[in-house]
Every structure is written in C-alpha cells, then in structure tokens.
C-alpha cells in the first residue's frame, strides 16, 4: 500500500516546520517531532530520512504504545531463544533492522523506565544487547521520536529520563494544530474534496457551500488533519447531488438519535446538602450580593457555554444542538465571549 507523503499547506507556521525538518534532515543527529494526534507527525519523520544520507538504507517504524511493556525491549533490541517463554528462536531487534539507516520511535513517551534506560545506552554508545544475551552488538542508527506529550513536564514528574531527553533533543520540530494554520483547512479540504470526487467518479468537483466553509473555520479539529480528511470524505460520500457545491459536513459519525445511553457511574455527591436545601446544579450561579446584573448574566452564560463547548468537544454543532441554539447563535456567543479560539 502506498504511503500517502505529500505535505499540503501554505500557512507560514506549517512551511516553517517543514523547512526546520528539511535542514535537519541534513545532519546526522537525533531529532524529537512533538505535535497533537493527526498533525503528521509520521510524515515529518519519513521527510527527516528520505532527505538524509540514509535515503537507501533501512527505514525502521516501531510505535511504543502498540507493545507490551513486556515485550518492547524484546523487539527493540531483539532476543536469544530460550531468552524468555515462547522465545523459540534468535531474533533480531529493530535497531539490528536498522542498522545504517533510520529508526522512528513512535509514541516515545509510553516508554517503560527500563526500556529508556537501555535505549539511552543505545543512543549513547551505539550498541545493542539482546534480551537473553551478554554479547553487545555494534549498530549505526539515526533516532527519529515522536511523542504528544510534553516531555520535559515528564521529566519533572519522573516520567521520562532527563538524561535521555538530552540525548534525543538535538533538534526539537513541533508541529502546529490544524486551527493554528491560518488558511489551510480550506486548501486541505478541498484537496480532499477532490480526491473523493474522484473515487466515487464525479466528473466535475462543485466545491463546497458557504454553510460548509463556515463550519469548518469554526470547528476546533482536535483530530486535526486526519480528522478532517474523515469529515471532508463522509461528506461527499454522502452528498446526493454531485452538480451542486457540498454544503453539509458531519464531524460526529455516531450522532444519531438512536445512539446507545452512556451509563454513568453515579458520583459521590461533595456535601450533603442541609434538611430542606436542595443540592446545587452543575451551572448553579454564585450566591450572594450582585452589584453588576449584566455582569453577572454574562457571567453565567460564559460558563455555561464553556462547559457544555467542553461536554461536546468542542463541536459547535453538537453543543448548539445541546442548548437549543441555531448554529449561528452559538457562534455569536462564542464570540461575544471570547471562546471562539
């Protein structure tokens, strides 16, 4: 299957982090890719290698957090039959796979305390040892990380190794959210929109309506551009009419009125309330003396709003829905109080 690399973006905070990963991809040092899930993380590593001096050599992927903290020093550094139960034969490490190329750690931060350790003395001294062996085993590997997490905080709180921290972070390349790229989620959708088109054999692409432009300016993407890849092409999946511009755009696809109930354990409630009182509501105003109405109102309806825009993550259209608002409505009051960002 072919691995989708093209990097679309015109936004001057999307193009400085592809220059930065273009210069470093140069040097042959370790370099940390930190961003949100869906910012392309992936993408940036396999650009560090392709422009480097290993361009022909082995590109080596391992996501951390999709192995058992029993088995990922195994398959970092390999092991020796009978090392351990099922260890029916040698077997190769990642690093060994990669030696004279690129090794892209994913998910760094998931990393057991143990695991890090060894990989420091990997990084630190070039050589691996196999789970069951005593032989260290010389390898030339480029470590690539990648991690949404920020890791010095982990350090702080023992999470993370500091002096493997060190190591990794020559150069650090933190990639920008989808809402902070000014301009791009239109090129982006619409890059999508047509790659869709094409598959369901439109003959022409319409575009998109302006109801449809404006909802997408004013989602948050906390999936950011694998999350609006999924929405652009539900939507022209599901669009009818292929002649006119795609004005409806569905960022929950288990929205439906028919969807299971969510059972909730019950919480503890903070304090009894006294014989007679009734226990205060999740949006209850403050009591006491108000010598400002308005200000007071407005208060109640920020925190209103921002609690239920969290409830919904964030989705404008779902959290609308949830307070009888229309969508401009919403977008209204999100701006009039500021949480529109």
């Not at 072919?2 to 470093?24: H, K």
């Not at 190769?92 to 990989?119: C, H, P």
């Not at 229309?326 to 500021?338: E, M, N, P, T, V």
């Amino acid at each position: 299957m072919e691995r989708e690399t093209q990097f679309i973006g015109q936004s001057a905070a999307f193009q400085d982090a592809v220059d930065r990963a273009s210069q470093a991809a140069t040097l042959d040092r370790p370099v940390l890719v930190i961003g949100e899930r869906g910012t392309g993380k992936e993408l940036i590593a396999e650009r560090l290698h392709r422009l480097s001096s290993r361009w022909d050599r082995p590109y080596v992927i391992m996501n951390c957090a999709a192995m058992p903290e029993t088995l990922i020093e195994s398959e970092l550094f390999g092991h020796e039959a009978g090392a351990f139960t099922g260890a029916t034969k040698t077997r190769a490490g990642r690093f060994e796979e990669a030696d004279g190329g690129t090794l892209f750690l994913d998910e760094l931060a998931t990393m057991s305390m143990g695991a890090q350790e060894r990989l420091l003395r990997a990084v630190e001294y070039g050589e691996v040892t196999r789970v069951g062996s005593s032989r260290p085993i010389r390898v030339d590997v480029r470590i690539v990380a990648a991690t949404n997490e920020h890791l010095p905080a982990l350090v702080e709180e023992n999470g993370f190794r500091a002096d493997l921290l060190d190591r990794l972070s020559f150069e650090v390349i933190t990639l920008p959210p989808l809402r902070a790229r000014e301009g791009d989620i239109e090129v982006l959708a619409t890059y999508f929109g047509q790659r869709m088109a094409a598959v369901l054999g439109w003959d022409e692409w319409p575009g998109f309506g302006p109801r449809a432009l404006a909802a997408m300016e004013g989602h948050d993407w906390p999936g950011n551009v694998r999350e609006l890849r999924n929405v652009i092409e539900r939507a022209i999946y599901r669009w009818a009419d292929p002649e006119r511009p795609v004005d409806t755009l569905s960022f929950d696809p288990f929205a439906s009125p028919w969807q299971p109930v969510v059972r909730k354990a019950a919480a503890k409630p903070a304090a009894a309330a006294a014989p007679g009182e009734s226990a205060p509501s999740a949006h209850a105003p403050q009591s006491g003396p108000v010598s400002d109405l308005r200000a007071a109102v407005d208060a109640y309806e920020k925190q209103i709003l921002s609690d239920t825009m969290a409830r919904c993550r964030f989705n404008q259209k779902v959290a609308a829905e949830a307070l009888g608002l229309s969508y401009d409505q919403i977008r209204h009051a999100l701006k009039k109080h500021g949480l529109n960002q």
